[in-house]
T-cell receptor, first 115, second 108 residues
Framework: DAGITQSPRHKVTETGTPVTLRCHQT?????MYWYRQDPGHGLRLIHY???????DKGEVSDGYSVSRSKTEDFLLTLESATSSQTSVYFC??????????????FGNGTRLTVT | GIQVEQSPPDLILQEGANSTLRCNFS?????LQWFHQNPWGQLINLFY???GTKQNGRLSATTVATERYSLLYISSSQTTDSGVYFC??????????FGTGTRLTVIP
């Protein structure tokens, strides 16, 4: 258990409304990630963070912003939700092992529906 | 980005059977991981295996980096092995590229 909690677990919202998803970790991992999962696309990286206030874009970052004001919390914001952002969102952390080992561990996901 | 292809897309097995899942990737990689997504949607990290062979119980994985493929072996399959298996790779740039998965159904 990598100690990752996502909230909320489910959310339904209307087009044009802002939405914030939260990821909380308890083990002080430096790297945190937001992925979305859609049928036929696997998982795709939205944004990631490599430390407090340090973030970078992934391959599908348009329409999303992130913030990390504390090591343990990584927030994903949809400023104005669209139906194309209906998806399952996963937060993840990188756990570093011996050598260059970097294992990714996921939270349980947030199912977001934009109507 | 790196292209990741997984085969087969779907696999149905009788309980107790063995299976091999394949992951091909289009470029050299520093990082290759296998994940299992169970029917409840949870993603579990199975292996970090950019090269070589590892075993964990009934599961083992082999990556031949020079030939750009990895294999996941499941022996004596159980119904709890059902779900989707994902392969993911990167070149050290903190962006794992995922395949679209192999959906495994194990029938009792």
């Amino acid at each position: 258990d990598a100690g990752i909690t996502q909230s909320p677990r489910h959310k339904v919202t209307e087009t044009g409304t802002p939405v914030t998803l939260r990821c909380h970790q308890t083990e002080n991992h430096r790297y945190m990630y937001w992925y979305r999962q859609d049928p036929g696309h696997g998982l795709r990286l939205i944004h990631y963070s490599y430390g407090v206030k340090d973030t970078d874009k992934g391959e599908v970052s348009d329409g999303y912003s992130v913030s990390r004001s504390k090591t343990e919390d990584f927030l994903l914001t949809l400023e104005s939700a669209t139906s194309s952002q209906t998806s399952v969102y996963f937060c993840a952390i990188s756990e570093y092992g011996t050598g260059h080992q970097r294992s990714l561990h996921f939270g349980n996901g947030t199912r977001l529906t934009v109507t | 980005g790196i292209q990741v292809e997984q085969s087969p897309p779907d696999l149905i097995l009788q309980e107790g059977a063995n299976s091999t899942l394949r992951c091909n990737f289009s470029d050299s990689v520093n990082n290759l991981q296998w994940f299992h997504q169970n029917p409840w949607g949870q993603l579990i990290n199975l292996f970090y295996i950019p090269s070589g062979t590892k075993q964990n119980g009934r599961l083992s994985a082999t990556t031949v980096a020079t030939e750009r493929y990895s294999l996941l072996y499941i022996s004596s399959s159980q119904t709890t092995d059902s779900g989707v298996y994902f392969c993911a790779v990167d070149r050290g740039a903190n962006n794992l590229f995922f395949g679209t998965g192999t959906r495994l159904t194990v029938i009792p």
